[in-house]
């Protein structure tokens, strides 16, 4: 699967998320339509990446207060980032309806195991959640290619063309208590870390 990112001149005024087509979240398994609609948006500055989620949601759990909790246990959207497309090395970045961030360094041997850095943080990271129509939430990441240099002497700064490895996901509590997985490239599997089923970030420039 392939994203084109659109490229944005100016992020000091507002971004013009309408003019930006939307895609769908499915099932992370079976690759299903979910019982909630999930839209994601991404375009991209000469600073950074912006990602915009647009979630239908009935129920909210979301008790966590602190960066770095475990917010997957509960609501939760997610974007991993792999600028060199090894799937050796990827960046985690995720936000609660609380507005609690996460970021992790993931160093993943491809074989199942993997490190997860928690200690690792993106300085530059900012995001907001935001109510939209009713039954609706927004959520937004700016994620700064500056903290994106892990095994690099200069950041990943991508320029027109560049194709990164990438996916963006959601977890949803239902009011009965049963989890749902969601995402953009289904893995096959109840695991977001599996590097070989993401798709491709284009970054284009017109």
């Known amino acids: 699967m392939r994203y084109e990112c659109q490229y944005i001149a100016d992020e000091k005024i507002r971004i013009p998320w309408d003019k930006i087509t939307p895609e769908r979240l499915y099932d992370v398994v079976t690759g299903a339509t979910p019982r909630l609609e999930t839209q994601f948006r991404a375009c991209w500055t000469e ?4 990602v915009r989620f647009e979630c239908e949601d009935d129920h909210t759990v979301a008790t966590m207060e602190r960066r770095d909790d475990p917010i997957y246990e509960e609501d ?5 980032l792999d600028p060199m497309g090894t799937g050796k090395v990827y960046y985690e970045f995720e936000l609660s309806p609380r507005g609690v ?6 160093h993943n041997n491809l074989d199942g195991n993997k490190k997860v850095d928690v ?6 990271l900012r995001t907001s959640v935001s109510d939209g129509a009713e039954g609706w939430k927004h959520y937004e990441l700016r994620i700064p290619f500056a903290d994106l240099r892990e095994g690099q002497e200069q950041a990943q700064v991508p320029r027109h063309g560049a194709e990164w490895g990438w996916n963006v996901y959601r ?5 009965e208590g049963t ?12 695991n977001f870390h599996i ?9 284009v420039k017109k």
């Open 171 to 175: 977890i949803d509590d239902d009011t």
């Open 179 to 190: 989890r749902h997985y969601w995402a953009w490239s289904p893995t096959g599997a109840v």
């Open 195 to 203: 590097p070989q089923r993401f798709g491709t970030l284009v970054f």
């Open 76 to 80: 939760v959207v997610e974007v991993f």
């Open 101 to 106: 961030e996460f970021d992790a360094l993931i």
């Open 119 to 124: 200690a690792w943080d993106a300085k530059g």
């Open 47 to 50: 600073e950074a990446l912006h």
